[in-house]
C-alpha cells in the first residue's frame, strides 16, 4: 500500500507507468495474504493479549513462593539515555501552601517528553508499521492523527498480568554485557532456557537479559550506539511460543543495527505488526538475573495514555 | 519551623538573638514531639510501605481464586477533569519512515501536563507538608527543588503489592453515589466493612468506593465542586488499621471541602505526613463494585519518575 | 498531487484504475500550472517578503512623528480563547537561591503549547497547503517532519519592518463589530480605506479591525464560534496591492465559515500558499482604533523557532 | 524581610514578639534605606522602562538612514547551548487536512521549553532578587506563585523602541573575542565608545559585542563554561548612563564567575532589581558588528507571557 502511495514521486512521463501501477497492486496483495487478518480475525485489536485468560493468570499466581517483589522499570531522571532528540523535562512548580489553620503545603509537578519512547518504555500495536500498514493491516492514514491514534491506542491494551520468564543469554554465553550488535540467535534461547531448565508456554512474557543495562547511565554513548538483541530468527521462535510480550535491558530488544543493512527494525514488524506481539525495553532485569528468578507472576498495565502509541511504565515482577 | 531555617539569616550580633533561638525552638520541639520522628525512626523515608512483607505478599496472593483482572487506573485523555488549571496534553508527532527495505514505519507521542496531579493519581510522602514540614519533619526548604525533590520522591516508593480491600461505602448507605461534602465517618467504614463480612488488617491497601467516579467525564463540573470522603475520624481508624495507602473513586479522597471550614485537606496530612501512608485517588473503583471484588491482591509500582511528589498510574487488582 | 497519494483508498479491482491514474497526473499538471511558481521563481523561500526593501524602510520610518508605541500582541494566560484543544501552560519552578553573599534569587517559567498557534500568532510559509502542496509547490512530503518542518519555517522569514495600515472595516460599517460570519467584500475594504482617505501601497502591512477582538476574554465561546473576515474576494484585492502580510484581530483572518460551505480557509490557501503573503491573528487593533493610527511603521520579527510553521508575537506599531 | 513576612505565624502571647518585631524591622530599614523605593517611587512597576518617551522615539528614528535591517535573535533549535538541565523541544503533529473541496492541509508545532531562560532571553525585573526581594522592595513571597508572577511579569513591560548602542568590546581590545572571565571595566567601555565616536545617553539601550557569540553552537562547551562580560564598575557606568536595557552576545551579559568568587550574578542584581534595567542575552550582534551598525532604532516588546519573569524574543535594529 505505501508502494502505491509513494507513486506520486515518479515522474509521470515514465514509459514503465502503468505497468507499474500493475506491479505494486499485485505486490500489495500478496503482502496482505502474508501477514493480515491476525490469528483473531480480521478486526481484533487486542493481539497477543487474547492468550491473557484467567487459567493462565491462576497458573502464574502459582510461581509466587517467596513473597519477593521485583520492581523492573528505570527511573525517569536527567542524565538517563535518550535516543535522538527526544527528551523528559520534570520541573517542580513554586511550593504552595499554607492553607487553612492546618497550614497544609503541597507540591506538584510538571512534566514534558516523549513518554512511552523513553526510558522503560511499552510498545503498543500502533508503534510499528509495514509501509502504511499496522497490526491487522490498519492504514496508518485511518488511524493516526495529530491528537492520538483512534484505535490501538495504549489504553486499550489489556492488563498483562501473566507467567514472565527470564532468559539469561549473557549468563549462558558466560559474559556480563553481550557485545554491541551481537545477534542473539534461536540456539541462544533454547541453549540459556535449558541451562536454566526452563521452557516459554503460550501466553507468556519472555524477558532477555543481555547485560547492556549495566551501560544505563554509566556510558550512555555506547548504550545508544548499538545493542545486542534478538534477530530474525530468534524473534521467530519466540512468535512460535506464542508469548504476549517480549521485553529485555536495551532500548531496542532487537538486534541493532540489524545484520542485514538493508533491514531496520524488522523485529519490531515482525512482532508488532504481523503477530500482535507487545515489547518492552529499557527493562531492569539485572534485579532478576542477581537472585536467579527466572520465572514469577508478571504484572503491568500501561498507563491509559488515550491514543498513545507507546506507554512509559514500572512492571512488577512477584515470586 | 521557617523561622528556624530562616534564622541563619539574622545578624548575629543582634540582642534578642538568643531568647529568639529559644523560643522558636521551644516552638519547633512542641510541635515535634507530636508527629514525628516516625514509628520507623528518624531517618525512615519508606513509611507505611515498611508494612510490605514478604508474609504479606503470600498471604495476599492467595488471594488469587479466580484468575480474574481489574484495571483500576482511569484513562488520560482531553476532556477528563482537571483541577485548577492543571493541564494535559498529547500528539502524535508527523508519522515517521518508511526505512529500509522493509519500509520499517513508526509513531510516537509527546506529551506535557501534571503528571502525578491528574486523573489517576499516587500521592507520594512528599506531596503534603505541615507548614515547612513533611513526613518525618523534612523541611522542604531542604527537599524540595526546582528539579525535584531530593528526598521523598516517587522513585523511591515500594512497589505496593498487597491484599487490597475495597469498601464500598455508598452501597452501605444505600445511594449510586454519595453526596458531595458528605463525611464518611468510622461508622460507615466499620458498617460497610460489616456488610461486606470483610476486616483490615495491617498492610492493606483500603479503596473505598464513593459513587462519586460516575461523574467522571459525565459531569466534570460537578465531579470537581466537592466531594464525599473520609474525615479525619475514619482516617484515625484507617490509620490505626495499619494499611499501607487510602485509595478512593473521587479527586481527593477525603471529604471536600473540609465540614470544619478552617481544615484544608487534613486528611492529606494526617496521613501522608504524620503516618507515612500513601494515597491514591480517581481511581475505577466501580469495576470491583460490580463484581464484588472486595478483597484481591493489589499492584501498583508508582511510575519512577525521579523527584516527583507524586506518579500516575493503572493499578491492577487481580483475583 | 494529493490526489495521486489518495489512490491508494481506491479499490484495486476498479476497471477504470488506469483511466484515472491518466486523469490525475493531467489535473496535477493543470493546478501546477495555475499557481506555481511563484512570481520569485520557483526557488524562492522568502514569498511577499521579497517586498521588504530598504526603500520602503526608508519610505516607512517617515511615518514617525508622534513618538507613539502600540503594542500589537495579545497576552498569553490562562483563560484566553483556545482553539479545539489547544493549550498553553507556564509555571514557575520552585524560586531558587539565595547564592553568594551577595544572597541572588531568581525565577524562572517553563511552558508548553502550541504557540505559534494560540493567542496571536504568525502564519509562516509553511503553515497551509492546498493538498500536499505548500508555498512554490513544495510537497509537504518532502519538508514536514516530526522535528520541524525543513523549508519554509519560520526562522527563515525576514523581520516585516514595512508601513502598516490599518483598515477600520466596523467603523465604515457604523459598529463596534462585524457580525459573525460577515464576509468583509472589496468594497467594504475600499470604503474604508477611502473613509480613513488611505490607499495600500505595495509592500505594505494591512491590518483588519473587525471589532471582533472586544470578545476576547470576555466572551470565548462566541469568540470562537465563528468570526467576520475578508473572503475571498477581498483577498484577492490585498493580493493585487502586493501586501506582504494581511492581519486582524479575529483567530483566522478570513470569514468563517466560508460562506461557500464546500470551502474549507480557501483565504489562507489563496494568500500563503498562492502568492506567499503571511497572515497574522488575534492582534490587539483596537489600541490603533482608539488613536485612530491609521498608518505607521510596522515591526516584526517571528520568534525564530526553527522549523515551526508559526510563531508567536508581539508586533510594534510606531508613528 | 522574610522572616517579617513570617512573623505573622509566630503566637502572638510569645514574650519576646514586640522585641523581635523591633529588631526585624530595623534591620529591614536598614537595607531598604540602600536600594529602594527606586527612583520612580515605591509603586513603580516600570523601572528604566520610564526612560522611553516620544521624544526618544522620535530622536532614535532619525537614525534610520540607509533602510537595513538587523535581526538580532538568536534561533530556537536542537542543538543550541543549554544552560544546566533547561530544555527545548519542537515537535510538529501529525499533518491535518485535507479538508473541503479546495482541499486544505495545515501544519502546527507544539514547544515545550524554559522560554525566557533559553536562547534569545530578556530577564524582566520580576527574574532576580537580593535574598527575597525583587525591584522596588517587592517580596519574592509576595508575587511568585507557581502560575506566575501577580506583578512584575514580562506582559506588564513597555515595548523597548529606543536608541539603540553597540559598543564593540572586542574590536577596541583587539581581538576576535574576548576571553572567558574577562571583565569589562569602565574604561574599555569609555574606551570602546571613544574608538566608534558615540556616547550613550538616557533611555538609550546599550549593546556589548564581547565576540563569545561565535561559540554559539560551534563549542557549546566553551560557551557556557564562562564568559566574559561587564563587571560592577562597569555596569554602575551604564547605570549612571540612565539606559534602559543592557544586552549582549553572552548567556550573562555580565562577566561569569564574577571575579569576587564570593559574589554570584551581583551584575544582575544591580541592574535589574536596584536599577530596573532591563538585560537581554543571547543576541546576534555580530551582524551589527559586520556592518559597523553602532547607532541604530532598536524595537522589542517582549512575547506578552502572563506573569513570566523573562521572555524570548527577536529584536530588530534598523537603521
Chains 1, 2, 3, 4 share one sequence.
Not at 531522571?77 to 520541573?91: A, D, I, K, V
Not at 491487522?136 to 489489556?158: A, C, I
Not at 498513545?308 to 515470586?319: D, K, L, T
Request: aromatic letters at 8%; proline letters at 6%; hydrophobic letters at 40%.
Amino acid at each position: 500500500m505505501k508502494t502505491v502511495e509513494e507513486m506520486k514521486r515518479i515522474p509521470a512521463q515514465s514509459l514503465c507507468f502503468f505497468s507499474l501501477v500493475i506491479m505494486l497492486v499485485n505486490v500489495a496483495d500478496a503482502q496482505q495474504a502474508d501477514w493480515y487478518p491476525s490469528e483473531w480475525g480480521p478486526d481484533d485489536r487486542r493481539g497477543a493479549a487474547n492468550r491473557l485468560t484467567p487459567a493462565k493468570v491462576l497458573s502464574a499466581a502459582k510461581l509466587i513462593a517467596a513473597g519477593e517483589v521485583y520492581e523492573l522499570g528505570r527511573t525517569y531522571e536527567q542524565g538517563m539515555p535518550l535516543f535522538g532528540t527526544r527528551h523528559y523535562s520534570l520541573r517542580v512548580p513554586v511550593m504552595s501552601g499554607p492553607l487553612g489553620d492546618n497550614e497544609v503545603t503541597w507540591h506538584m509537578s510538571v512534566i514534558s517528553g516523549q513518554m512511552g519512547q523513553i526510558s522503560t518504555q511499552f510498545d503498543g500495536l500502533g508503534h510499528i508499521g509495514i509501509g502504511d500498514l499496522s497490526y491487522n493491516g490498519l492504514s496508518r492514514h485511518d488511524f493516526v492523527t495529530p491528537e492520538g491514534l483512534t484505535s490501538l491506542g495504549v489504553e486499550e491494551v489489556d492488563p498483562i498480568v501473566t507467567r514472565g520468564v527470564l532468559i539469561d543469554v549473557a549468563a549462558y554465553k558466560g559474559v556480563e554485557l553481550l557485545d554491541g550488535g551481537y545477534e542473539i540467535s534461536e540456539a541462544d534461547l533454547r541453549g540459556a532456557l535449558d541451562r536454566q531448565d526452563l521452557q516459554i508456554s503460550s501466553g507468556d512474557v519472555a524477558l532477555i537479559h543481555t547485560g547492556w543495562g549495566s551501560l544505563w547511565m554509566t556510558d550512555n554513548d555506547r548504550f545508544n550506539a548499538n545493542a545486542p538483541g534478538i534477530g530474525m530468527e530468534a524473534a521467530q521462535f519466540l512468535v512460535d511460543q506464542e508469548i504476549v510480550m517480549v521485553g529485555s535491558d536495551t532500548w531496542g530488544t532487537e538486534v541493532l543495527p540489524n545484520p542485514d543493512p538493508s533491514q531496520v527494525f524488522p523485529v519490531h514488524q515482525l512482532l508488532i505488526a504481523k503477530h500482535g506481539i507487545f515489547n518492552m525495553e529499557n527493562l531492569a532485569t539485572e534485579l532478576l538475573v542477581d537472585d536467579k528468578a527466572y520465572e514469577f507472576l508478571f504484572v503491568y498495565a500501561p498507563l491509559p495514555l488515550k491514543g498513545a502509541p507507546g506507554a512509559p511504565g514500572n512492571p512488577v515482577a512477584i515470586r
